[in-house]
């Protein structure tokens, strides 16, 4: 059998594929918070700037998460070992709970 792969590594796992997925929905993210970002800052200042000093760092960092996590994706599938855990997923979920406050501030602010 040609066709089967010799271990775990598999071409058809699309690490790239999920990695572009990460960063499609961290940017996604990103910009959404910039826009809620500006209806805020319209209402007030003070708790925009809190959400874009807590915000910005923590897209940042996720893009980070992600490239490291392809890398370590790739070299732990090659070596048989177990993949990376879940802090990608985690800083992901504290970004989206960071935009549903931001959108909350803005409907009370508003």
Known sequence: MADRPDGPWDPGLQIER????WLRTTLAFIVGMLVLLRLVGHENLVA???FAVLALPLGLAITWLVWRRHLT??????????LPGGALPAAMTA????????GL???LFA
């Open 48 to 50: 925009a700037l809190i």
């Open 73 to 82: 994706s790739e070299r732990r599938l090659h070596a048989r070992a177990p």
């Open 18 to 21: 999920t990695t572009l997925a």
């Open 95 to 102: 970004l989206a709970v960071l935009a549903g406050c931001t």
């Open 105 to 107: 501030a803005y409907i």
